[in-house]
């Protein structure tokens, strides 16, 4: 059985949604847990410190190990609060499961500086407000679990979420370096793309359709669960992966690279050669996941022919 005994997790936006059903498995396999939540409305809106405390009081009740935060994600001074309160009531910090988000449905071409910017200050910079004092605490213990909370909409596309989109495919990018800079500290990093039933499904499919067609049922939260728990523990040794959990399937999504088409070294492409192979250069047929910018770069010279070791 996987369990968190002796380890302390954050869980934000942890009081409500699928943050609530995060923190609570965490903490009913022994975690102790730090439940964030500012207490907003979706759309970012307003506070409630009530939205913390029930769920830290019924983590409490049920035998287990809470505290609340109430501090936002989108700022410096929140994110290292969150992570202080780890430390000052528990004394370490072991899994971090970014999760506090907003939601609201703008069509991109009505979409203000302002609403562009609240989203990318929740998620994205959250985001990094948040995993970068962790990760500071993390590399000092030689060992952490990072689950970022991306979204099918920003890897896959979704209609009137150019915001939302941009915000959670950048946590994505963040995720893949936290990976890499944390792998000789005992540090994984990852993301799960999530499609359980929520407020934010109920401002894109009204509630009685969701009743009437079953996809309910077929979308219930706790079926994204598992991943985000095991993802978060030291049963977990992957790490720069993403996963998706929609209806029970669970699968990685990942960014291949196509072969391509490889122009003649000794004179550079113009447009009309790029036309004129763009179905090779476009073709998925074979592919590669490179693990960094530079297994790209290298597989590319070595298809040259060309020995950077030797400068030949």
Not at 266 to 283: L, P, R
Request: hydrophobic share 40%; with cysteine.
């Amino acid at each position: 059985m996987i369990d968190f005994e002796g380890q302390v997790a954050i869980v934000t936006g942890a009081g409500r949604g699928l943050g609530r059903l995060y923190v609570m498995d965490l903490a009913s396999r022994g975690a102790s847990v730090v439940v964030n939540d500012l207490g907003g409305t979706m759309r970012g809106e307003g506070s409630d410190t009530k939205v913390a405390d029930e769920v830290v009081t019924e983590i409490v009740e049920a035998g287990g190990n809470a505290v609340p935060s109430y501090d936002s994600v989108d700022s410096p001074e929140g994110g290292n609060a969150i992570v202080q309160t780890a430390l000052e009531h528990f004394g370490r910090l072991d899994a971090v499961v970014s999760n506090a988000g907003i939601f609201n449905s703008i069509a991109f071409d009505e979409m203000t500086a302002t609403d562009w910017r609240r989203m990318l200050s929740v998620h994205l910079d959250g985001g990094f407000h948040l995993s970068q004092p962790a990760f500071k605490v993390m590399k000092r213990q030689g060992y952490g679990r990072f689950v970022f909370i991306s979204s099918s909409g920003g890897m896959f596309g979704q209609h009137l979420e150019a915001h939302y989109g941009a915000a959670k495919a950048g946590l994505v990018g963040l995720s893949n370096v936290i990976a890499l800079e944390g792998a000789d500290h005992g540090i994984v990093s990852n993301t799960v793309l999530p499609f359980g039933f929520s407020r934010m499904v109920t401002e894109t499919v009204d509630s009685k359709t969701l009743e009437e067609t079953g996809l309910k049922d077929i979308i219930a939260p706790e079926k994204v669960v598992p991943m985000v728990t095991y993802l978060a523990s030291r049963a977990c040794e992957c790490t720069h992966q993403n996963y998706s959990a929609l209806a029970g399937r669970y699968a990685r999504a990942f960014i291949g690279l196509g072969d391509g088409w490889l122009a003649n070294t000794e004179v550079t492409a113009t447009a009309d050669d790029i036309a004129e192979h763009f179905s090779e250069i476009s073709g998925t047929e074979s592919f590669t996941i490179p693990a960094n910018i530079y297994e790209e770069l290298f597989g590319v010279v070595g298809r040259l022919g060309v020995d950077l070791a030797d400068g030949k």
